[in-house]
C-alpha cells in the first residue's frame, strides 16, 4: 500500500481530501499571520508558506538547508530562523501550521520529508557556510526528528542536502513526471528525494561538510551483538529487521524507533511506543503468545527492541493462502474444510487474546496482520507498541481502521470488537466498510451463512459486538435488509448499475470548491483537479461516453478553471490541458 494515502484519508471521513484545506480548526503559526517587511513576498505552496525576495536573484538549485523541530518548539525555531533570516534578505519557506507539521511527521508519513519544518535557500557555498554556522549556533540543542535525506549540522536541528530549488520536472524511471536537476550536461534528471543522503555525482560535498559527514559514517551496526539480515518493513517511526545473535545463532526481530518522529494521534513518538511495547513484554513474560523480549539498546539516538523471532505466517498470509472463494469453482467438501480451519484457528486467537486480559493488558491494535500461526498452529500476538493497562480504558492511538473499534469503547472491549470483526473477516474481508456502515455486519452475516457451513451463532455472536444490538435475524432474513436487486448480466442491469453509479457521483459533486468538482485519487492534488486522468475531465468524459448523461453546470466549471489555470498545470494529454480540451471540444461537437 501507497503510504502517501494516510494523510489524505485523515482529513475526510469519507473521500480522499487535502489536509491544507481541510483542516477547519487548524491556526496558522503567529509568524505567518505576521506582516512581512517591504520588499519581501509571501505566497502558498501547498501545505508551505514561501517569504522570498523577488531582487535577489536565487540559483535554481544548490545546498539548501532544512530545519527540523518538534510541535513543542517549533514556534520558537521559526521565530530564530525569522529574526536571522529577515534582516539577511534570505529567502524561506515554512509549514504553515502546528497540525500541518503533526500530519508530516505521523507514522506513515513520507519518509524522506519528514521532519522538514523550514527550508532556507542560500545564493551560494560561502552563505551555506555562514548560515550553518551562525544559526546553528542559535539553535543548537533543539530537538527534532532526524531528516533522514539529509546531513545533519552538528547535533542538528539543521540539515543541508542538494536539490533543486525551481519547481522543474523530467519523465522519471517509472514514466511519470519527476521534480528535476539539471546534471553536469545541463539535462533535466530526477531530484533524488529518498531517506538517505546523497550527493549528485557531478557535484561535490563542500570542505566544511566532510568533518559531519565523517560523523555520521561513524555510525554503524558493526559492534553490535547481532548480524542484521534483511529488513522487513519501514515506517517514518523506524524499521523492522531479522537478525541472527553473534554468539547462540539464535534468529531474532529487531525493533527500531526514531525520537521525534512516527507520531501517533496523541502525539507519542516513535520511541514512546516501543518503550511501551518493551515494558508489556516484560509484563506478559512467561506467556508463549508473545514474543520473549531480548534486549533493548540505543544507537545514534534511535532506539532497538529485540525480541525472538516467530517462525510462521500472519493469519492474514493464511486467509489469501487458503481463501476458497478465490478459486473458480468450490464444493461443499472444499468449504467445509475452509469452515473448520477457520472455527478452529480462530478459537485459538480468541484464548490467546484471554491469557492477555487475564494479565491485565489490552491488545489494543489486534488484526490478522499482526497475528502469527507457527507451523504447529500456536498463536503468537505480536506488535504490541499500543498495548495498555486493561484498567485504564484507553483509546487505542494507531489501529487498522477495518478492525478498530468505534470512539467509547475501551479497555478489553477495543479487542472484543477486533475480535467479532476478525470472525467476519476470515468468512468475508471487506470489514473495512464497518467503520462506515456498522449495519453491513448483519449482512455479511447473512451471506457468509449461505455459503458457508459456519454456526449462525458464531457469526451473529459477532454482529452483537459489532451493531450494538442483538441480531434476531435468520434463514431468509437477507430480504429485511432492504437491499438493493440482484443486477442481472444483461443491458437492463448494466443500465441500472451505470444509473446508481452516476447518481452517487453526482451527489459527491463540489461545485462551490476551485480545486477540484469531485472526490478522487490522491493525485488530483498534485496533478489538477481538472484532468482527464484524476480530475472533472474524466469523469465528465466518462459520463457522457456511458449514457450518463451531460451537465452543463459541471462543464461550465471546468471551462472557467481551464480558460485561467493556476500556474504549474500541465500541458499533456493525460493530465493536462490537451486532455481538458479534447473532453470539452467533444462536448461542444454532441448532438
Known sequence: MDKAYEVYCLADPVFYDSPTLALGEDFDFAIARSAL???????????????????????????????????????????????????RRISFKFIRSRQLLFLRNRKYADRGASGKFVTIYPLDEPQLETILRELGALLDGQPGPYILSDLRWGSGPLYVRYGGFAERYCVGANGELALAIEDADGQLVPDQRGATFYVPPWTRLPDFLAPHLAARNQTTVADLPYVIEQALHFSNGGGLYTGVVKKSGDRVILKEARPHAGLAADRADAVTRLRCERDNLEKLGGLDVVPVLRDYFT?????????????????????????????????????????????????????????????????????????????????????????????EERQPTLADPAFSAPVGLTGVDVDRYALACIRLFLFM????????????????????????????????????????????????????????????????????????????????????RDDRLFPGDIRQFTSGGLNVAHGAA?????????????????????VSRATHPKPGTRLGFFDGLHGIAYVLERARSAP
Open 299 to 391: 544507537l545514534a539516538d534511535h532506539h532497538f527492541l529485540v525480541e525472538d523471532f516467530i517462525d510462521g505466517s500472519t493469519l492474514a498470509a493464511l486467509l489469501v493462502e487458503r481463501y476458497p472463494l478465490t478459486a473458480k469453482e468450490n464444493d461443499e467438501a472444499t468449504l467445509a474444510a475452509y469452515t473448520s480451519w477457520v472455527l478452529e484457528l480462530y478459537g485459538r486467537v480468541e484464548r490467546a487474546v484471554a491469557e492477555l486480559h487475564e494479565r491485565g493488558i489490552v491488545v489494543g491494535d489486534l488484526h490478522p496482520s499482526n497475528v502469527m500461526v507457527r507451523p504447529d498452529g500456536r498463536i503468537v500476538l505480536v506488535d504490541l507498541e499500543i498495548a495498555s493497562a486493561a484498567n
Open 37 to 87: 517587511p517591504e520588499g519581501c513576498e509571501r505566497y502558498e505552496l501547498d501545505d508551505w508558506l514561501v517569504d522570498n525576495w523577488p531582487d535577489v536573484a536565487m540559483p535554481r538549485q544548490g545546498w539548501k538547508i532544512h530545519a527540523s523541530s518538534c510541535l513543542d518548539n517549533a514556534e520558537e525555531i521559526l521565530a530564530t530562523v525569522w529574526n536571522y533570516c529577515v534582516p
Open 429 to 512: 474481508p471487506l470489514t473495512s466498510l464497518l467503520g462506515l456502515v456498522p449495519s453491513k455486519a448483519e449482512q455479511f452475516a447473512e451471506v457468509i451463512a449461505e455459503i458457508f457451513p459456519v454456526p449462525r451463532e458464531f457469526l451473529f455472536d459477532a454482529v452483537r459486538v459489532i451493531t450494538g444490538k442483538r441480531s434476531e435475524m435468520g434463514s431468509g432474513a437477507v430480504a429485511a435488509l432492504d437491499l438493493p436487486p440482484a443486477l442481472e448480466p444483461d443491458r437492463a442491469g448494466w443500465e441500472c448499475a451505470r444509473d446508481s453509479m452516476v447518481q452517487a457521483i453526482l451527489s459527491s459533486a463540489t461545485p462551490q
Open 538 to 558: 474524466g469523469v465528465l468524459y466518462a459520463l457522457a461516453a456511458t449514457g450518463g448523461g451531460r451537465y452543463a453546470e459541471y462543464e461550465d466549471w471546468l
